[in-house]
């Protein structure tokens, strides 16, 4: 299908179709799907749809258990995990109940809040850095 790309990645392989017709990039990822699934079963990976993207991983790897060794390994006074992929979700799912998860783009999710795009990340993020600052800043002039 013209406008579409495979990306090999680390532990995984993604076949991208964000720049194919729109019509036809929806049928042909939903008979790819389909299809894995069929030759893929039993096997220890998972075949997800992502926005325009359909992609297979090991089962094994994922990043919601990556994520859990930085967390149990240490004591954190914040914990802020940002996504805005399906693959994002085993992230959210093993966050301390105390972490900040916050899912992009959509509300369908295991993340306890959620905004519209990366601009409203930006800005959140830039409040933050904002705060810090002026805590910092009151801290030094008290002492």
Known sequence: LPGTFIEEKTHSLAWHYRLADAKHGEEY?????????I???GEMLDVLRGNKVV?????LVNKGKAALRFVTRGHYD??????DDM??????????LTAITV???????AASYYVK???????????IHTT???????IQLAS
């Not at 990822?29 to 699934?37: D, F, P, R, S, V």
């Not at 795009?117 to 409040?127: G, K, Q, W």
């Not at 810090?132 to 009151?138: G, V, Y």
């Open 132 to 138: 810090e600052h002026l805590i910092n800043t009151k």
């Open 39 to 41: 030759r893929l079963d």
């Open 103 to 109: 899912k992009v783009g959509s509300n369908n999710s």
């Open 117 to 127: 795009s990366y601009m409203d990340v930006r800005a959140f993020l830039n409040e």
């Open 78 to 83: 914040f914990i802020l995990a940002i996504g």
């Open 29 to 37: 990822a939903g008979k790819l799907i389909k299809e894995l699934n």
């Open 55 to 59: 992609e297979i991983k090991s089962s």
């Open 87 to 96: 693959t994002d979700e085993d992230m959210f799912k093993v966050m301390p």
